[in-house]
């Protein structure tokens, strides 16, 4: 063990709440108080000295030979070309400590750093080429003409026939009752069923409706649908339906 190590691992025993100093201290506070500043001050001071230590000593010599690395890189390699998904994690996380190992200090962190630079300044470049293109393509004009197409726009009730007998998708193609409210057209087959609702080929999708709703099931004056002008300003009202002579 290095000078520095010892002397930093006796510094974190200072610092630790559970060494014996403090553990005899707790009878009194102020007693207390002053062992806890005392091992601070202390843990302080030896922390400055780990690294005055540590600039001075000569690093540790590492027991790693080139033999013991090539038959680690040999077991990685083995994980790698395995197949086993479990054993080329394994591989990975064994290549990023020989990196950590055989690198100076900081050499990982700022290496993925640098990596992550290079990456965004690849992302930007990307982007600006990319808004360049839609802007040169004329996307943002395409998006709007696209949206004020008649294929996006809504489709309501009364837009199309509640139910007809032609086909909706070829004009004046007859259509064959195959159902309730459902019909088949004569030229390609596709059935449309005007209680669910159906899409035509143009993509539009009308709502199911029926033509049932078009008259109210009630009014203020059931026969009121069958009044004249001269009745409505004599104020008379037909008592029936009226009959043809």
Not at 81 to 105: E, H, I, N, W, Y
Request: charge should be negative; proline fraction near 6%.
């Amino acid at each position: 063990m290095r000078v520095s190590e010892l002397l930093t691992a006796i510094a974190s025993w200072l610092e630790s709440p559970e060494n014996e100093a403090l553990m005899l201290a707790e009878y009194d506070d102020k007693c207390l108080e002053a062992v806890a500043e005392t091992c601070c001050a202390a843990a302080e001071i030896l922390r400055m000295g780990a690294e005055q230590a540590d600039l001075i000593e000569p690093p540790t010599e590492t027991s790693l030979t080139p033999e013991k690395l090539d038959h680690l890189n040999s077991i990685i390699s083995a994980f790698d070309r395995s197949g086993d998904a479990d054993l080329k994690k394994t591989a990975d996380v064994m290549d990023d400590l020989l990196l950590t190992l055989a690198s100076p200090p900081d050499w990982a962190s700022n290496y993925k750093l640098t990596e992550w630079n290079r990456l965004e300044a690849l992302k930007q470049t990307y982007d600006d080429t990319r808004k360049q293109t839609h802007e040169l393509a004329g996307v943002k004009e395409s998006a709007k003409a696209i949206d004020k197409s008649p294929m996006f726009k809504e489709v309501r009730i009364m837009d199309h026939a509640l139910k007809t007998r032609t086909c909706p998708d070829h004009a004046g193609a007859q259509m064959a009752r195959v159902g309730e409210n459902q019909y088949q057209c004569s030229l390609d087959g596709k059935v449309f069923n005007y209680s669910n609702g159906y899409t035509t080929e143009r993509g539009e999708h009308v709502p199911g409706e029926s033509v049932s709703a078009q008259t109210p099931t009630e009014w203020p004056q059931p026969m009121s649908m069958f009044d004249t002008r001269e009745d409505r300003q004599m104020g008379r009202i037909p008592d029936s339906f009226p009959t043809h002579k």
